[in-house]
């Protein structure tokens, strides 16, 4: 495999555990590069590479990487002075990005780049279903397990290549997208952009790179979208004019998914027959993490899982949830990172309004460091000042013993980008059937 000119027969992936190098990692694999990697715990994403051949050592260490790897490629989250790409800078092994690496890849490929605040992973998962079932064989990298494919990767054939892509830290910007699928635009990443303003400015940027043969499929009538348009050279196509469409997934957030992913199959495959796209849709089972069901408790009580770490996504989350739920809701949400939380808290207030109980968990740090500026006790604060009964939990251990009393007819559902899933998978596994 070819890489900046030079030809790659072994990569090292640092962090191979993360969603989208997991994907990347057996999309090398598949082009017959030597894989390996390694991450910092073992967890399904992990699993299922071992399951497919792939390496993954636990814990990271320096001897890990090898004088035979000709590419390292880490993730955002593994910083400069990790031991292994020390190791890899002592033996001048040329280092990418995720995304840089991504960017690299698809070069002269037909792009299809699913970009946006809320539904990305969604919207890429029923894209890629759509043009396979239409024959069209698309390569696809998805920001999660896709139970219609049992991974987070598609082999395909054709030169159509579909990636979710996420703009924080300008990560867009490394693509080269043919199609540019802009869902919706939201004020997030707040540790890299200071205000939606700034967030604006790259997916401006994003726009005006699509080049006149190309397509952008957006919603043009959105307040933070509308604008940016003005400088776009290509097609723009409104999803929103798509008619509703039949679907297993809950949800009016998942119409606006379905319409996104059937506008855009529609401009990278234009001969595509709309009976297709509808019974693609139709048989769509949804993604690890999105809206999961996961099973019931030892009560009874139904539980379910996602992966909503901003407060539209929550708070449109629990509206279907309640939507179909006879009983009572309890929420176990994990924040994700100190910024977030700090400069979304009014949202986050505002979010819970459907449920009958929070249980907040200790903020998910990741790659920040706690300034006292925020806490899952202010959070809770906030949310019962907005009416909703919530708690802040020192613990998932306390988190898990408090959801153990809901009962048949109730909902419980974990949220957030952490590893909050963990506690529904407890949850579950306690009922003996």
Known sequence: MMINGRAVKAAY???????????????????????TGSDRERSPVTEL?????????????????????GAV?????????????????????????????????????RSVAVAGTHGKTTTTGM????????????????GSIVKDFGSNYVPGASGLF?????????????????????????????????????LQETFRKAVERVSEDGVIVTDPSNPNIRPLLAGAKARVIDYTKESAYELRLPGEFNQSNARAAAAAARAALP????????????????????????????????????YAHHPTAAKETLRALRAKTAGRIFVAFHPHLYSRTRDL??????????????????????????????????LAERIRANGTDAVALGSFDAI???????????????MGAGDIYKVADRLVAQNPG
């Open 13 to 35: 992936f640092i962090g191979i555990g993360g969603i989208g190098m997991s994907a990347l990692a057996q999309y090398f694999k598949d082009r017959g590069v030597v894989v």
């Open 49 to 69: 590479l071992e399951r497919k051949g792939i390496s993954v050592a636990v814990p990271q260490r320096a001897e890990n990487v090898s004088v035979g790897v």
């Open 73 to 109: 490629v880490y993730s955002d989250a593994v910083p400069e002075d990790n031991p292994e790409r020390a190791r890899a800078k002592e033996l001048n092994i040329p280092q990418l990005s995720y995304f840089e690496m991504l960017g690299k890849v698809s070069e002269g490929k």
């Open 127 to 142: 894209l890629a279903k759509i043009l396979t079932d239409a024959g069209a064989a698309p390569t696809a990298i998805i």
């Open 162 to 198: 579909v990636v979710e892509a996420c703009e924080y830290r300008d990560h867009l910007l490394e693509l080269s997208p043919e199609v540019l699928v802009i869902n919706n635009l939201e004020w997030d990443h707040t540790d890299f952009f200071p205000s939606l303003g700034a």
């Open 271 to 306: 001969v595509i027959s709309g009976a297709v796209i509808a019974q693609s849709l139709a048989s769509f089972q949804g993604t690890w993490r999105r809206f999961e069901y996961k099973g019931k408790t030892v009560h009874r009580a139904d539980v379910y899982d996602d």
């Open 345 to 378: 808290l009014d949202g986050f207030a505002a979010a819970f309004g459907d449920a009958d109980k929070v249980f907040i968990a200790p903020i998910y740090a990741a790659r920040e460091i706690d300034d006292g500026s925020v806490s899952s006790e202010l």
């Open 400 to 414: 898990e013993q408090a959801l153990v009393r809901p009962g048949a007819g109730d909902a419980i559902m974990t």
